[in-house]
């Protein structure tokens, strides 16, 4: 059974820093696409970053230059440096995993950025 558990989010001023974790367990996940998604209240989940099977990194134009997603194989682990927050990045932040024709997806993690 694949699982995908969100860690790292909280609270946090304009113009700092966060580091969000994806755990994967129930495949190994180098090679399949692995992805941060965002849904902000009231708004529709959309992509942050993502690899793509065909080793592509995918970032949104809003978070370019300011978000960087990594990846450890060996920990089977998804990471999103956060750095350069605005107060429109608050959402829940979702891990996904896309194996084959199936679509997997963490219970996510709350990020609030506000002064």
């Known amino acids: 059974q694949v699982q995908l558990v969100e860690s790292g989010g909280g609270l946090v001023q304009p113009g700092g820093s966060l580091r969000l974790s994806c755990t994967v367990s129930?495949?190994?996940?180098?090679?399949?696409?692995m992805g941060w998604y965002r849904q902000a209240p009231g708004k529709q989940r959309e992509l942050v970053v993502a690899?793509?099977?065909?080793?592509?990194?995918v970032y949104a134009d809003s978070v370019k230059g300011r978000f960087t997603i990594s990846r450890d194989n060996a920990k089977n682990t998804l990471y999103l440096q956060m750095n350069s927050l605005k107060p429109e990045d608050t959402a829940v932040y979702y891990c996904?995993?896309?194996?084959?024709?199936?679509?997997?997806w963490g219970k996510g993690t709350l990020v609030t950025v506000s002064s």
């Open positions: 129930g495949i190994i996940f180098s090679g399949y696409y």
């Open positions: 690899f793509t099977s065909g080793g592509r990194t």
């Open positions: 996904n995993a896309r194996v084959y024709d199936m679509n997997y």
